[in-house]
Every structure is written in C-alpha cells, then in structure tokens.
C-alpha cells in the first residue's frame, strides 16, 4: 500500500514527541523512527524512555529526556 501523505515528509525532520515513557508516545516514536524521522523523546520515566529507545532499529537517531511537562524548568531544560 502507497505511504500517506502526512508520514512521507518525516524522514530526516525532527519530531519531539511528549510522554514517549507511555505506551501510546512510545508507540509514535517506533513508528517515526521506522519512517526515518530524528526523534527526541520526553517523559517522566527515564528507564521507560531507554527501553523504547532499545526498541528503535539500530542507528536510530533519538535522544531521551526525563522532562515532566507540569515543570517549567524541565521544559527549558529539555529545549535548550
């Protein structure tokens, strides 16, 4: 089947996806990785983010932050 039209133009964009530590923002995050895309992940559990970092093929281009996003501080931190 032909690629919708939305997921053609990820690869090689960077996608910042929130609670990528949940089942469903890890789920995106595979998905964007599979497409190509360069995905930062953001969420509360650090050990969540690292195992659906794992999952990624290898040379995934991701990078995982703790970052609650009810702290403002953490999400400057996480955009600097």
């Known amino acids: ?7 053609s133009g990820v690869r090689d964009r ?15 995050v ?3 990785v599979a497409r190509g ?4 992940l953001l969420g509360r559990d650090l050990t969540a983010l690292d195992r659906t970092v794992a999952r ?3 040379g995934a281009r991701t990078a995982a932050l703790r ?3 009810a ?8 955009v600097e």
């Open 1 to 7: 089947s032909a690629e919708p039209p939305a997921a």
């Open 14 to 28: 960077l996608a910042v996806v929130t609670g990528a530590s949940g089942l469903l923002g890890a789920a995106i």
């Open 30 to 32: 595979v998905e964007l």
């Open 37 to 40: 895309a360069i995905v930062c």
């Open 56 to 58: 990624c093929a290898a």
């Open 67 to 69: 970052c609650d996003l």
């Open 71 to 78: 702290v403002g501080d953490e999400v400057v931190s996480a």
